[in-house]
Structure formats: structure tokens, C-alpha cells
């Protein structure tokens, strides 16, 4: 299919829309974005890019910028309150980190690449449906149809218009919020920091390094909440709320200063869903609207990178978009398969009501994950790497870096 140019829609412009747009514009093909936003800009406040993730934007040229301004990560450390025993500790291998970054400095550089390299992103635009137009699709939304196009995709994240499943709303989601770095303060800058009372009060800090180059360093807080529970919260007074999570975690008061405002932070409501086939006609679903879940395996935008090389490779290597689509779905099926499963099972000992689940994670996956191999399987689980991504796609597992 690489001889000729396709005319692509491709809907949203989030990590999974701006990736794709910038591979296959560069290919060549003539790339149209659309999102609701009225200009464009991230949503979210900080990420986690394990080194899956980091091949894909190797193959885009934005690797070294990106651990330019992230907040390389040595560590997730999960304790539990009181006691402070350790119940989650994953370390990355020598010559890996996970990249902390700032959702918008991730934005930034696939938006500037996807504009560089030919894409035409278009703010403003609902888009609501798709409909097929004499053997072409069109993508729908109030004011008419857009295209149509060879092939559309559908990167609308978790709450998609355009995906045939709802994802299903989980009991937790989280409060999140965007703070300076604390540079004096108790954290370590190279550790995902977790607090846990059972599995219903979690916190976290995480450093998410720099927007740009040189300005102050960032960290995003965290803390998880029923999603029943959010309105209540609103009504509290935030002082209130400080003494909870102060009593849980002391250290978090240099934080907790640069929270003046239930504004600052932003409930994120957390959705599960897997599609078991994600293409359809000439309609392929990319990221969060192929496979939503909640973050706590840090997964979610590394998984959309990974489908936009695929769909890019599977452009590149076939000749129709039936077969285009079908080589897809081929190249990201395990893959996604697996992590949803494993985040569908890992989620509820770190966010849920249940009793036995935190009692199993501290007395029997804690003590496992001690005991060779498991913890270089974590480690591999955390990265990304389970499931041979990259296999078929031509790319190669980041090599070691000098002095990580
Ligand atoms: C709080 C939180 C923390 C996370 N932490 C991590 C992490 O550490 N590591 C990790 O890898 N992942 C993490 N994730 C998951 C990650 O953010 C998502 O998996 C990733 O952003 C999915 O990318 P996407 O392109 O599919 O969707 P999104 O990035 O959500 O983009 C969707 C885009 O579609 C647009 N849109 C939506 N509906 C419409 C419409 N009808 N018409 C037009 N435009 C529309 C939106 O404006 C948006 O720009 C986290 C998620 C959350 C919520």
C-alpha cells in the first residue's frame, strides 16, 4: 500500500491520533486530525513512558528530547500505612528507566511532529459517528460529513463516540493534580512513591520532570477516590481532606502547600474495556477506545504508541485496507491482550473496597515478587515488553543506556 497515498481521517488528537498522524503523514499519506478541543492542548497532568514506549518515539526522532525533559524513574515504591512495609517494588534494569513526563511536553513534541511532517490538525470538531460513502468512510459529526477517507481512525480515548462497546466505569478513579517539584523536599526524584491503607486509600507522588527546557522541574500528586464519593469531596472543605492524606503520608505537606483550590486538582475516572476485534470496515480503534483501563500499570499511552506503529507498519506492508486492518489487529492482539488482563487483576488490590485482596498483596505478592524471577518478570511487565510488542514491526528493543 506504500506506492500510493491514502487520505486518512483520523479522529482525536491525543497520544494514539497525534502518533499516528505523525508516522503516516511522514509516509507520505495525507493526514487529517480532528478534536473537540478549541485549540489544541493535552488533557491530564503527568505519565509514565516505559522503554515500549520510548521505541516508538525513537522510530519518530523524539526519544532524546523526551528524556531530556522527563524525570528518568528507577523505582515504583508502594508502602503501607503504618507500618511503612514495602508491598509494591519494582526496579527498572541497568541501562532502563521508566520516563515521568509532563502530558503536556508529550503533546508538544507529537503535536510539532505531526504538524512537521504534513498533518493537518483541526480544532472544534465532535466527532459523533461514522457513515460509508461510496466505498469510502466518512467521519460524522453535527454540522455534516468530514471526508470521506480511505480510512478512519478512531483515537477518541476511553469515552470514544465511535466505539460499537461503552467502556465499563470502574469503582475508583483518582484526583490528580500538577505541583512544583518540592527540590528540597523528602522524595526521592528517581521513585514512583505510593501510600496504601488496604486498597481503598491510595496516594502518589510521582516527579514528571520539565514542559519545556528549563523551567521548574514538576511532580504530579495523586489520590484515589470513589467515584461516588467526588461530589462529596467538592463539598468538603479542602483543609479536611489535607489532614486525611497528611495522616496517611506527613511528608506530603510541601505538596499539599500548592494545593489551594479543589481546582487544582482534576478527578480522572477510570474505565476498563478490551475490543475483541479493533477494526471494522474501514474504521480502525487505536489507544484508550481500543483498550481502556485504569493506570496503575502505566501502560495506557506506551499501548496507544504501540498501535499507532502498528497501523503504520501495516500500512506500510499491505496492499488494501482489508488487509491493512486485518495485520493491525494481527500485530497488536497479544499484546494488548495480556496487559488488560493483567490490569484488570492487579488493579482492584491497589483501588477497591475489598478486604481479602490487600491481605493477599502484602502476605503473598509482596513476598513473591522478592523471590528470582519474579522480579525481573515485574520489571519486564512494567516495561512493556511481555507479549513481544515489537515483533513484526521492525523495531528494535531500546539498547542499554551509559549511567542508567
Ligand atoms: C490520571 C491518568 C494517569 C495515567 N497515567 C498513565 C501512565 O503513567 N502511563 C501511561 O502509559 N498511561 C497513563 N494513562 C493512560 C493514558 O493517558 C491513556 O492511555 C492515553 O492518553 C490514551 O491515549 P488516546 O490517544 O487513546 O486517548 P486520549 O489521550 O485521551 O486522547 C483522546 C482525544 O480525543 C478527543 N476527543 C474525545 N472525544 C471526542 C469527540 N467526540 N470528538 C472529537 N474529539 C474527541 C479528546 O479531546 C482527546 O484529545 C493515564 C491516564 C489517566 C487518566
Known amino acids: 500500500m506504500s506506492a500510493?497515498?491514502?487520505?486518512?481521517?483520523?479522529?482525536?488528537?491525543?497520544?494514539?491520533?497525534?502518533?499516528?498522524?505523525?508516522?503516516?503523514?511522514?509516509?507520505?499519506?495525507?493526514?487529517?486530525?480532528?478534536?473537540?478541543?478549541?485549540?489544541?492542548?493535552?488533557?491530564?497532568?503527568?505519565?509514565?513512558?516505559?522503554?515500549?514506549?520510548?521505541?516508538?518515539?525513537?522510530?519518530?526522532?523524539?526519544?532524546?528530547?523526551m528524556i531530556a525533559l522527563a524525570s528518568p524513574i528507577t523505582r515504583l515504591l508502594g508502602r503501607t500505612e503504618p507500618r511503612g512495609r514495602a508491598v509494591l517494588d519494582v526496579r527498572y534494569p541497568r541501562g532502563y528507566r521508566g520516563l515521568a513526563v509532563q502530558r503536556g511536553a508529550l503533546f508538544d513534541l507529537l503535536y510539532r511532529t505531526a504538524v512537521q511532517t504534513g498533518a493537518r490538525v483541526v480544532p472544534g470538531t465532535r466527532v459523533s459517528g461514522t457513515e460509508e460513502q461510496g466505498g469510502k468512510i466518512a467521519l460524522l459529526t453535527n454540522s455534516g460529513a468530514l471526508g470521506p477517507f480511505d480510512l478512519a481512525l478512531d483515537c477518541?480515548?476511553?469515552?470514544?463516540?465511535?466505539?460499537?462497546?461503552?467502556?465499563?466505569?470502574?469503582?475508583?478513579?483518582?484526583?490528580?493534580?500538577?505541583?512544583?517539584?518540592?527540590?528540597?523536599?523528602?522524595?526521592?526524584?528517581?521513585?514512583?512513591?505510593?501510600?496504601?491503607?488496604?486498597?481503598?486509600?491510595?496516594?502518589?507522588?510521582?516527579?514528571?520532570?520539565?514542559?519545556?527546557?528549563?523551567?521548574?522541574?514538576?511532580?504530579?500528586?495523586?489520590?484515589?477516590?470513589?467515584?461516588?464519593?467526588?461530589?462529596?469531596?467538592?463539598?468538603?472543605?479542602?483543609?479536611?481532606?489535607?489532614?486525611?492524606?497528611?495522616?496517611?503520608?506527613?511528608?506530603c505537606a510541601c505538596l499539599l502547600d500548592r494545593i489551594r483550590d479543589h481546582r487544582d486538582l482534576t478527578f480522572a475516572r477510570y474505565a476498563h474495556r478490551t475490543l475483541g476485534r479493533p477494526v471494522s470496515g474501514r474504521l480502525a480503534h487505536l489507544g484508550d477506545s481500543y483498550h481502556a483501563t485504569s493506570p496503575q500499570l502505566g501502560q495506557g499511552a506506551n499501548m496507544a504508541l504501540l498501535d499507532a506503529m502498528a497501523l503504520a507498519v501495516a500500512v506500510e506492508q499491505c496492499a488494501d485496507v482489508e488487509t491493512?486492518?486485518?495485520?493491525?489487529?494481527?500485530?497488536?492482539?497479544?499484546?494488548?491482550?495480556?496487559?488488560?488482563?493483567?490490569?484488570?487483576?492487579?488493579?482492584?488490590?491497589?483501588?477497591?473496597?475489598?478486604?481479602?485482596?490487600?491481605?493477599?498483596?502484602?502476605?503473598?505478592m509482596a513476598p513473591l515478587g522478592r523471590i528470582p524471577p519474579v522480579p525481573s518478570i515485574l520489571a519486564m511487565l512494567v516495561g512493556g515488553k511481555i507479549g513481544g510488542p515489537l515483533v513484526g514491526m521492525g523495531l528494535e528493543w531500546p539498547a542499554p543506556r551509559d549511567g542508567w
Open 4 to 65: 500510493r497515498s491514502l487520505d486518512i481521517g483520523i479522529a482525536g488528537a491525543g497520544v494514539a491520533g497525534l502518533a499516528a498522524a505523525a508516522l503516516l503523514a511522514r509516509a507520505g499519506h495525507q493526514i487529517t486530525v480532528y478534536d473537540q478541543f478549541p485549540a489544541p492542548a493535552p488533557v491530564g497532568s503527568g505519565l509514565m513512558i516505559q522503554p515500549v514506549g520510548l521505541a516508538v518515539l525513537g522510530q519518530l526522532g523524539l526519544a532524546e528530547e
Open 324 to 364: 491493512t486492518l486485518a495485520r493491525y489487529a494481527a500485530l497488536r492482539r497479544w499484546h494488548v491482550r495480556i496487559y488488560q488482563a493483567a490490569s484488570w487483576l492487579f488493579t482492584p488490590a491497589y483501588q477497591s473496597d475489598s478486604r481479602a485482596l490487600p491481605i493477599f498483596r502484602d502476605w503473598v
Open 156 to 251: 477518541l480515548g476511553p469515552r470514544s463516540a465511535l466505539c460499537p462497546v461503552a467502556a465499563a466505569d470502574l469503582a475508583f478513579g483518582a484526583l490528580w493534580g500538577l505541583v512544583d517539584w518540592p527540590e528540597d523536599g523528602p522524595f526521592d526524584d528517581g521513585h514512583l512513591a505510593q501510600r496504601y491503607r488496604a486498597a481503598s486509600v491510595m496516594a502518589g507522588v510521582l516527579p514528571v520532570g520539565r514542559a519545556r527546557p528549563r523551567t521548574p522541574r514538576k511532580a504530579t500528586f495523586f489520590w484515589s477516590l470513589r467515584m461516588a464519593d467526588h461530589a462529596a469531596w467538592l463539598a468538603r472543605p479542602l483543609d479536611d481532606w489535607k489532614a486525611e492524606v497528611l495522616e496517611l503520608w506527613p511528608d
